[in-house]
């Protein structure tokens, strides 16, 4: 397995076939896990109609193909794929993502000066019509990395980049707190414009077939996520939310549009503001 040098970027790799950096949504051999908890509601029915789709898998654990959490997005990238989609997945930990300075530049030019693999990770989001987010419980919150990935979205949430794209999220815990991980992650897509189609999470400290039973629902997930890109899923309440979100983000944008250039720019250009 090839481990990439931390400091250069990993995308050409990934765009060869070095395994460790991407691998389509296949499982892994199966372990052990417990305590199951989850929030998908009921899978709608099945349409037999192809669309062609693509849904990204970002997941968030350091320890590559033998993480537990990788096997939960491996699995809703399985169930999407049953439902016609193409997937891809990206472990966060061969990439190399700097920490946001809070320069402000994303906000006034759309640009960020660090250079690094963030800017490649987020055109495969854009690209993307759904993305599954993974990361296990650590302290009661997603791993570093991830957040790292989310400080950088900060202008990507003012100027909503994700609307129209759907997501969900899993995550594993060893003993608690694997849905609040994912509700943590849900409302983060949910933030970024998306809407979040459910999640799971289980902890696999004491019951050694609760993986088992995740992963089954994390195929459901998936295709209930290809589904909802399809339309065959309505979300008015996350609807109505993204209404106000834009509502909010252009008045506040208006407020500093001589710094805020840029997103001032961008939404006079989507039609939200009038000049
Ligand atoms: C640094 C660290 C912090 C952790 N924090 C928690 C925690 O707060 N609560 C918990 O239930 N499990 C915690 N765990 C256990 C992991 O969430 C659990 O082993 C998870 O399944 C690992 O997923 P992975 O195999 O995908 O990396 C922690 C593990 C590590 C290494």
Redesign the pocket.
């Known amino acids: 397995m090839t481990i990439p040098d931390k400091k250069s970027s990993v995308f050409p790799h990934a765009l060869g076939n070095d395994g460790h950096i991407f691998f389509r949504g296949r499982g892994l051999p199966d372990a052990l896990l417990v305590n199951l908890s989850i929030l998908l509601s009921n899978p709608g029915s099945r349409s037999n109609d192809v669309v062609s789709m693509k849904i990204l898998g970002i ?1 968030a ?3 590559g193909k ?5 096997r939960l997005v491996n699995s809703v990238l399985r169930g999407a794929e049953s439902e016609g989609a193409e997937t891809e997945i990206i472990d966060l930990y061969s990439l190399h993502i700097e920490y946001c300075t809070a320069c402000g530049e994303c906000y006034a030019t759309g640009e960020c000066p660090l250079v690094d693999d963030y800017p490649e990770l987020f055109d495969r989001m854009i690209d993307a019509d759904a993305i599954v987010l ?1 990361s ?5 919150s997603i791993t570093a990395p991830l957040k790292a990935v989310f400080d950088r979205m900060a202008d990507a949430i003012h100027c909503q980049m994700l609307s129209g794209k759907y997501g969900c999220s899993v995550c ?7 849905m609040e991980v994912v509700k943590y992650m849900n409302q983060v897509l949910t933030s970024l414009g998306a809407t979040a189609v459910g999640g799971v999470g289980v ?3 004491r019951d050694l077939s609760a993986i088992v039973q995740a992963e089954k629902d994390a195929f459901s997930l998936g295709q209930r996520l290809a589904q909802s890109v399809r339309g065959e899923h309505r979300y008015p309440e996350q609807d109505e939310i993204h209404r106000q979100r834009r509502e909010y983000f252009c008045r506040l944008i208006t407020l500093n549009k001589t710094r805020w250039a840029h997103e001032y720019d961008w939404w006079v250009e989507k039609g939200e503001i009038r000049r």
């Open positions: 997941n654990s350091p320890k033998e993480s537990q959490t990788l993974g296990p419980n650590y302290i009661d594993t815990a060893g003993g608690s707190g694997q902890a696999i400290g």
